[in-house]
């Protein structure tokens, strides 16, 4: 009964635009205008239907069609049909200033949800998701115009209602106002004829210093119903006649369900209506989703051996170490991610010489709301579905493959996420809709699969286990001349999306490895791509989560090797780069000025690190005030100087910086997935740690606006905090961690 | 049957005596307001006040409830200091992704109905429930301010 093929990972690939993804291949492209054009001569076999989900519907230039958009009610009411999902990084929010500040709503009023899958809705670059930190800066200008266009076809359908000149109109929050006579009509008493109209081209934009909502700090739109339990996520969907599912995936990824030892006794069991064997899961079905997880956890499952390692197959002997081990012994040979100056004459002629290895671990994503998707077949032949996910047209695609239906006929329902941090892309036996789909069409009736949080633990794709070697020359004065990396490993980009977008040197393998603002005037970074058998992921600042811990704190390595002050040998090397050097000055303004410690404080010493990052387009500078208690390390403050460019809501902005230290510290100081005889070892937040209360620092954020191109906000305030923290510690301690997290250390102060 | 008063209200429940109190609130009688995150008492999205002390519904077993006053996150501003704790979230701008909130405000008013002028002390030992998107320091704000008055 084994009903689907896996999905071909083939299918996955080159289905995303670059420019979401990270900062290497966002440069190769010079514009928005361009992207598509780009994307569709870079990959000619993209399956273009996933972004054509309405049938004839001819070319669409996304963005541009009103109505798709916006339903405005009789009673004025406004809702936005967005093309981003909300998981708490506060688009909804911000979607509603972009378009109310040229529509000229107040945003206050609007409701947000996220559109269907159709064309109108690839505004990210020709293509549509949610992710990359990239929604915003990619869909600004977009939203800002159609906002302005519909409220120019507001006031064309008031003036033909009233039989004045456009031009003698003005509006006001939702209503057309004719001053001279005094009338006022409001757009929902208009909307079905003025949405009607033809739009106009180049409608004018509003000066950008009359703004009344872009660039304040509103408040969320969702934030009483987030308060009040009221807030409806995928998990608390329901439909008609359906039934709960509870689902037990194979320990041993790759494995299949062999033998049912006590089936007829479990299908006996309260409420249970069937027993399903899945692609590399068993499923139950009941009346209750409590039910049928008790029932699932009492099947006795005899699994297929598992094979030897290999693209979506883990071994009986893999292990997270082992793993590591490989990548350290690899002798492969390296592509070039960075090349600059004579490496090797500089290491030649250099008074020392260092060398250092650094490693990161798995990680889970550990979103509090465990995935679930429903699934119903309807009478008319649609299947719909309910489910998280950042790419609908994406998801629509393989639901299509796995129903075995035309994509046009799957309906996708998107649902506010209870957190992703990169968790609901498409990864294989990562997403619980495949399940859903098969169960509903082997039951008959609509299903509901829940992923208990152990079955969750099982299945989350992972940020890559990752390693990099270093070396560094260092000249008689003790400053860098040379630095060299070599990384072995793979990266998410890569995997799903192939050589065409990552690149040879897959950037979300050395992203935050390359392209640092430092006057190193020699370096070599290359990549040896290594495969991981496991699913792997994007996590929150991808690449970035991860390299520019490895590249700061030997950056710390580097200072401490040649006797110079860190933060001092920043700005040094920083020497012709404004926008860093101002942001690394305001960092250390904002902790009250530079001191690396160790000092007395009340409650024993403390010392402070310093690191700067370049993510997704935008700057930081984090600094992090340590100490220890019992051998462990604790963190005081975490001050970050933080530049996107220019923002929409400083306040959300703020709290997206705040959001992203928490979980990088977490990373830091906690997270580790380990592989042990080819079997995951955490099954639940008691075996995987992550930050709580007691360990959360004061966060101070300072945002510095330099007018560069917008950049990322979700993203960037994450990989700044694992080095700040690694490099007070050393500052503390004399050591330089090289392996994450801390917690897998004991420190002494010197 | 079970019968069982939630919210000021009496239900009869049809489930085993070991079902969570957290799947007959959500699945039974479609309060979903009370999330589940790991069902092992460990990250507090589930909690409920039970006779008004915060409880982790998750491992609350159906059969436990006797006649205890239940009260979930959909009634929480009909209490006086549960509408000032929501408040407070809405002012502070609390949620992010929002999954852990409804637990967190329940864990808050539970702590505040008991101790009006909690010590950071205080707020620290009652207010354990995990955040994924780290709120923890604009949650302990909003409880001040509540007990600021």
């Known amino acids: 009964m084994n009903f689907f093929s896996s999905i071909d990972s083939a299918q996955v690939v080159r289905l995303m635009h670059p420019e979401g993804i990270t900062n290497l291949s966002r440069r190769r492209f010079l514009s928005f205008g361009a992207g598509a054009v780009v994307l569709g001569a870079l990959l000619p076999d993209i399956p273009r239907r996933a972004f054509a989900a309405v049938p004839n519907a001819g070319p669409v230039k996304p963005g541009t069609r009103v109505p798709a958009f916006l339903l405005i009610g009789k009673d004025n009411s406004v809702k936005l049909l967005s093309p981003f999902v909300e998981g708490g990084q506060g688009i909804s929010t911000g979607q509603a200033q972009i378009v109310g500040e040229e529509l000229d709503v107040n945003p206050s009023r609007f409701v947000v949800e996220c559109a269907p899958p159709g064309p109108d809705y690839a505004v990210v670059g020709g293509i549509r998701m949610t992710g ?16 302005a266009t519909a409220r120019d076809m507001f006031i064309r359908a008031a003036a033909s209602r009233l039989g004045v000149a456009p031009a003698s109109l003005t509006t006001e929050d939702g209503v057309v106002i004719h001053a001279a006579s005094g009338r006022r009509v409001p757009y ?17 934009l509003r000066d950008p210093a009359t703004f009344r909502y872009i660039r304040k700090p509103m408040p969320r739109l969702d934030a009483r119903d987030k308060s009040t339990g009221k807030a409806i996520y995928a998990i608390d969907q329901k439909v008609d006649g359906m039934l709960y599912a509870a689902v037990q995936h194979a320990p041993h990824l790759g494995t299949e369900p062999e033998n049912l030892a006590n089936e007829a006794a479990v299908k006996a069991m309260p409420g249970v209506h069937s027993v399903h064997k899945l692609p590399g899961a068993v499923a139950v079905t009941a009346d209750s989703w409590f039910r049928a997880r008790k029932a699932v956890e009492t099947l006795e499952v005899r699994w297929t051996q598992p094979t030897p390692t290999g693209f979506g197959s883990v071994a009986a002997d893999y292990s997270s170490g082992g793993l590591l081990a490989a990548l350290k012994a690899s002798s492969g040979s390296g592509i070039s991610a960075e090349q600059a100056g004579d490496v090797e004459a500089a290491f030649a002629s250099a008074t020392k010489v260092i060398e250092a290895e650094y490693d990161a671990p798995y990680l889970a994503h550990a979103q509090l709301e465990p995935p679930s998707t429903i699934a119903r077949f309807n009478a008319d032949g649609t299947l719909e579905l309910w489910m998280p996910n950042q790419m609908p047209e994406l998801f629509q695609l393989f639901a299509s493959q796995t129903a075995g239906i035309p994509q046009d006929r799957v309906i996708i ?11 609901h892309f498409t990864y294989g036996p990562g997403n619980p809709f495949p399940q859903a789909i098969l169960l509903a069409k082997a039951t008959g009736k609509p ?11 099982k299945r989350d794709a992972l940020r890559p286990l990752s390693f990099s070697r270093f070396s560094a020359a260092l000249d008689k004065n003790g400053k860098p001349v040379a630095i060299k990396v070599r990384t072995v490993g793979e990266g998410p980009l890569g995997r799903y999306f192939g050589e065409a977008v990552a690149g040879p040197a897959d950037s979300s393998a050395v992203e935050g490895l390359v392209e640092k603002p430092y006057a190193i005037p020699n370096r070599s970074m290359e990549l040896v791509k290594f495969p991981h058998p496991v699913t792997i992921a994007f996590w929150r600042s991808v690449g970035h989560s991860m390299n520019d811990y490895f590249y700061e704190g030997f950056f710390d390595e580097m200072a401490d090797a040649g006797g110079q002050d860190p933060y001092a040998l920043r700005l040094e090397l920083l020497g012709d780069t404004p926008r860093h050097l101002n942001l690394l000055r305001t960092v250390g303004e904002l902790s009250g000025g530079w001191k690396r410690g160790p000092y007395a404080s009340a409650d024993g010493k403390r010392a402070r690190g310093v690191s700067m990052a370049s993510p997704f387009g935008s700057e930081t500078a984090t600094i992090a005030e340590v100490s220890l208690a019992d051998g462990q390390v604790k963190v005081h403050n975490l001050w970050i100087a933080f530049d996107p460019g220019s923002i929409v809501n400083p306040a959300i902005v703020k709290s997206q910086v705040e959001s992203a230290a928490a979980l990088g510290l977490s990373a830091t100081l906690f997270e580790e997935l380990v592989y042990a005889d080819g079997v995951r070892q955490s099954s639940n937040f008691d075996s995987y740690p992550i930050l709580a209360r007691d360990h959360m620092p ?3 954020v300072e945002i510095v606006e330099s007018g560069a191109p917008m950049g990322g906000v979700g993203e960037p305030g994450l990989p700044g905090i694992g080095p700040a923290v690694v490099n007070a510690v050393a500052a503390l301690t004399g050591n330089h961690v090289r392996s994450l997290p801390l917690a897998k250390a004991t420190f002494g102060s010197r | 049957m079970a019968g069982i008063n939630v919210n000021g209200r009496d239900f009869e429940v049809a489930a085993e005596p070991d079902t969570p109190l957290l799947w007959v609130l959500r699945d039974t009688l479609g309060m979903t307001g009370t999330k589940y995150g790991c069902g092992v ?18 491992q609350f077993p159906l059969e436990s409830v006797g006649q205890s006053r239940i009260t979930t996150i959909e009634s929480i501003e009909e209490d006086e200091i549960g509408r000032k704790v929501v408040d407070a979230w809405v002012d502070i701008q609390v949620p992010q992704c929002g999954y852990c909130q409804s637990g967190q405000v329940m864990a808050a008013t539970s702590l505040l109905k008991q101790n009006p002028h909690p010590t950071d002390a205080d707020i620290a030992d009652a207010m354990t429930n995990l955040c994924r998107c780290g709120t923890y320091n604009r949650i302990a704000d909003a409880i001040r301010q509540v007990a600021a008055g």
């Not at chain 1, 299903?447 to 079955?455: D, G, T």
């Open chain 1, 132 to 147: 990359g930190s990239f929604s915003t800066r990619s869909s600004y200008d977009v939203l800002r115009r159609m906002g």
């Open chain 2, 41 to 58: 008492a460990m990250c507090g999205a589930c909690t409920v006040l039970i006779d008004g002390q915060a409880t982790r519904s998750c």
């Open chain 1, 413 to 423: 329902h998107s649902p506010i996420l209870g957190g992703f941090f990169g968790r």
């Open chain 1, 698 to 700: 004061a966060v101070h």
């Open chain 1, 188 to 204: 929902g008493d208009i909307a079905a004829e003025a949405l009607a109209l033809e739009p106009a081209e180049n409608v004018p």
């Open chain 1, 447 to 457: 299903v509901k699969v829940l992923w208990s949080r152990e079955e969750e633990f």
